[in-house]
């Protein structure tokens, strides 16, 4: 079940519902995605579906990664900032694809385990960071790109103002608890354009940490 038949079965899907990018199709079929989930869960790893991963957190469809990831490396980043980084999968697949990875946890045991699978899976340029996500990464600023995986009513003014000024792109969903719109800024100087894209759904983007 965790065969790269199996992957390749979930590739062949994301193409069929219209994922065109190949590089990004690439990454999918060679990332263990069963390595991101609890054993119990590996045998429906590679459905295209949302697993649990404790912590009343949830590992993303990988549709919605494959789109966002997708939505991320059009611009030709070279770094990039994840805010959610829960199993590590979406920064997993991100880090072949550009420079460099920042990805920020706000629940401890997560961003722990997370970096333990980074570094077994030998992914050198991901920095995992256990801070809130909602004051972005200042220290590492600006990006070319930042992917939120959390839901938010309200974009973080941090957010917008550690994105790149010659093109950066802010990826993230925004609305209330049951159902939200993917949304692309992109900035140029002190302009932010928005773009709405699918309606998605994530678990809230939530201050402080744990
Ligand atoms: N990208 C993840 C999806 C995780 S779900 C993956 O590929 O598995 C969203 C994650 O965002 C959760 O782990 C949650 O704890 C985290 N999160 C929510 N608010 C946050 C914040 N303010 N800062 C950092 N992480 C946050």
Redesign the pocket.
């Known amino acids: 079940m965790t065969s790269q038949r199996t992957r390749d079965r979930l590739v062949s899907r994301l193409r069929a519902e219209g994922i065109r990018n190949e590089a990004v199709l690439d990454v999918i079929r060679n990332t263990p995605r069963h390595l ?1 989930v609890d054993e119990a869960l590996a045998s429906r790893a590679y459905e295209d579906t949302a697993l649990p ?1 404790g ?1 009343n ?4 469809q990988p549709y919605v ?1 494959a789109a966002m990831t997708n939505l991320v490396v059009s611009g030709k980043p070279s770094k990039v900032l ?10 997993a697949i991100l880090a072949p694809l550009v420079d460099k990875v920042y990805t ?4 401890e045991p ?1 961003a722990v385990q997370a970096r333990q699978r980074f570094r077994k899976l030998g992914l050198r340029n991901i920095r995992a960071s256990y ?4 004051e972005g990464l200042p220290d590492f600023a600006p990006y070319d790109a930042i992917i939120t ?2 839901a938010t009513e309200k974009i973080p003014e941090a957010l917008l103002e550690q994105l790149s000024p010659k093109g950066g792109r802010l990826v993230i969903p925004v609305g209330g608890r049951d159902r939200q719109t993917l949304t692309l800024v992109t900035r140029n100087g002190d302009s932010y354009e928005q773009e709405q894209l699918d309606s998605v759904i ?6 402080g940490q744990v």
């Open positions: 991101f991963i912590y957190q949830t590992i993303s990664v994840e805010i959610g980084t829960g199993s590590g999968y979406q920064a920020v946890e706000r629940i997560l801070s809130d996500g909602t995986t959390a994530f678990v809230p983007l939530l201050t």
